[in-house]
């Protein structure tokens, strides 16, 4: 039997449709990027924003692509951020860039460790066992002193110029242009990763284990590698704001970080890898703006949303802006020519 | 007769049940070999011990003449083991398409490549598309496998299975719950397995069985009761007894 070559050529589209670029999403990053020039006077949430956005799209690795939950994904956020911090202070590494690398690399050691405590069991054993990581961390920084700063958090710390060149400002200029390139270069390996071969095994083993293993895949290697991977990016998240901060404290490894980046990642949904970055804005801002108006009770009406979101999304939780999505592939012109030309084609034949 | 699977003593027993006891199967190249038994006799318990799913308490399992009882599931399939599940076990969010795609990527040692996006391998699509065409699940390559109707499910079970390239093929009953009207598709599919695979069919459907089959093992409580051509199957009292009440066609 011989195929022909149109029902290749549309497999091929059809096979690489996921990985093809939307228009929202380049109005998406110009807009992150045209900030530096607009809103320089919030370069500082916008900061924000931008480490925790990147953390989120660290869970949304494991979570919405692997299918792994974590309630202590801020362990690697920590020893991110404590890695950028004594490296800084101790002037072992000085550029901000190879620091934060270093402490990526530091942070992903970690996660292959752990990875294999996460290997068996149910979402509720994984939640537990990731939960105990981040307590232990947070405790063991606590006993070491000397080397941490314990509960005062490590002070002195002076960050040196990106590249010897850009200084970081109080105002959040440098830190802001730093970490949103930072956020955009791991977003697009990110992007190129789950759209890959190996990001398709990923869903394929969050799917259904069972036949993933029938059809040759090796389930438990490819969890240690997305763990890994993916605890590599919350060490850069965690590097980002001990250097944006010159600062880290034990509550990098708090537990209500990990829980409040579930939250995020559900605010904005799981498994597009825009989940996590669309959700830092709407929580950094919804924050920013209740906190002021309400300063002791923000958290209830985070609280709120969540319980809305829920509700709407009901069991779909992770595909609540499926629709938006939808749309925006219906927007893309590019798909909606070819499919023009691909019909008139069809015509002529 | 050349054999390429053969399992040696093979027991696997649960608390106070032995599920498989000391069962010497045979199976030779090519084979259409068909395994048969009533319910609980222990033939999806054999399925999982020889893809690895479940480790025999004692006993061996040989691809030829190789001892694989120590591999995991997902080697096992490299080496040619594949199964498809009498329940369908399938990626409900992704098409025919791409889990051909990942089937074929996989078994190419590809499915660690990170960087190149899926679908630029013509070479791939081609393998995968053909094979689509060839189980008629071409007009919904590009459907959610959630929404499928059943029998291109189970149409797809079977497609992803042959895409691994197997040397021997474990069929756990292709046709269960399939209705009527869409039977003849499936076995169509099945009796359409290329010639150089081995297949191992379980199944309960004695048409099916006797159609299909060259060679007829049946198991009754764990155990190897009786083995021979469908004729000496159907001929023997044995067997008739252990199925009394359920037809056998006379062959």
């Known amino acids: ?349 | 007769m050349t054999v390429v699977l053969e399992t040696i003593d093979l027991t696997k027993r649960f608390a106070g049940i032995v599920a498989a006891n000391n069962i010497a199967l045979r199976i030779a190249r090519g084979a259409r070999h068909a395994l048969i038994g009533p319910n609980g006799a222990g033939k999806t318990t054999l399925i999982n011990l020889l893809t690895g799913v479940q480790r025999p308490t004692s006993g061996r399992i040989l691809l030829d003449g190789e001892d694989i009882s120590g591999l995991p599931t997902h080697e096992r399939v490299g080496r040619g083991i594949v199964r498809t599940f009498q329940i369908n076990q399938l990626f409900g969010d992704l098409t025919p398409l791409e889990t051909l795609g990942l089937a074929v990527s996989e078994r190419r040692g590809q499915g660690l490549d990170w960087w190149r996006i899926v679908g630029t391998r013509p070479d791939l699509i081609t393998e995968a598309v053909e094979i689509l065409e060839r189980f008629r699940l071409t007009d919904v390559i590009n459907e959610r496998t959630a929404v499928l109707p059943y029998g291109k499910q189970r149409l797809l079970e079977i497609a992803v299975a042959i895409a691994c390239r197997p040397r021997v093929l474990l069929l756990d009953e292709p046709a269960a719950g399939v209705p009527e009207d869409e039977r003849h598709e499936i076995l169509r599919a099945v009796a359409a397995l290329p010639a150089d695979v081995t297949v191992l069919l379980i199944e309960h459907d004695m048409d099916i069985v006797f159609s299909f089959a060259d060679r007829i093992s049946v198991l009754v409580s764990g155990a190897l009761f009786a083995e021979g051509t469908p004729e000496e199957i159907a001929r023997d009292p044995r067997v008739k007894a252990v199925y009394l009440g359920e037809e056998i066609v006379d062959a």
């Open chain 1, 1 to 349: 039997m011989t195929t022909p070559p149109s029902a290749v050529r549309s497999a091929t589209e059809w096979l690489s449709a996921r990985a093809r670029w939307q228009p929202l999403e380049g109005l998406f990053w110009f807009s992150a990027f045209a900030a530096v020039f607009l809103f320089p006077e919030r370069h500082l949430i916008l900061t924000e924003i931008a480490w925790l956005g990147l953390f989120a799209l660290s869970l949304d690795l494991i979570l919405g692509y692997a299918g792994i939950i974590s309630l202590g994904h801020a362990a690697f956020f920590g020893v991110g951020a404590y890695t950028a911090a004594l490296l800084a202070k101790h002037e072992i590494i000085n550029e901000p860039v190879l620091a934060l690398l270093a402490s990526g690399l530091v942070a992903m050691a970690l996660g292959f460790v752990t990875s294999f405590l996460v290997l068996r069991g149910s979402d509720l054993t994984r939640l537990m066992v990731t939960l105990g990581v981040a307590l232990l961390l947070r405790e063991l920084a606590n006993s070491f002193g000397w080397l941490t700063g314990g509960a005062d958090g490590l002070q002195g710390v002076t960050i040196k110029p990106v590249f010897g060149i850009f200084r970081f400002d109080m105002f959040g200029h440098t830190g802001y242009v730093y970490s949103l390139s930072v956020l955009f270069i791991l977003f697009l390996i990110a992007r190129r990763l789950v759209n890959s071969p190996f990001g398709l095994s990923l869903l394929a083993v969050k799917g259904n284990p069972l036949r993933a293993s029938a059809i040759g895949v090796s389930v438990d290697a490819r969890m240690v590698a997305i763990y890994t991977v993916a605890a590599g990016y919350a060490g850069i998240a965690g590097a980002l704001l001990a250097q944006t901060t010159a600062f880290a404290s034990l509550e990098v490894f708090s537990f209500d970080r990990s829980a409040d980046l579930l939250l995020v990642l559900i605010i904005g949904g799981a498994g597009y890898l825009y989940g996590g970055l669309i959700g830092a804005i709407i929580f950094k801002f919804m924050q920013d703006y209740l906190s002021v108006l309400t300063p002791q009770y923000w958290p209830f009406w985070i609280g709120l949303v969540l319980v809305v979101i829920v509700l709407v999304g009901r069991d779909r939780i992770t595909t609540w802006t499926a629709p938006i999505r939808l749309f925006a592939a219906r927007l893309d012109w590019r798909t909606f020519a070819r499919r023009e030309a691909a019909a008139s084609k069809d015509q002529c034949q």
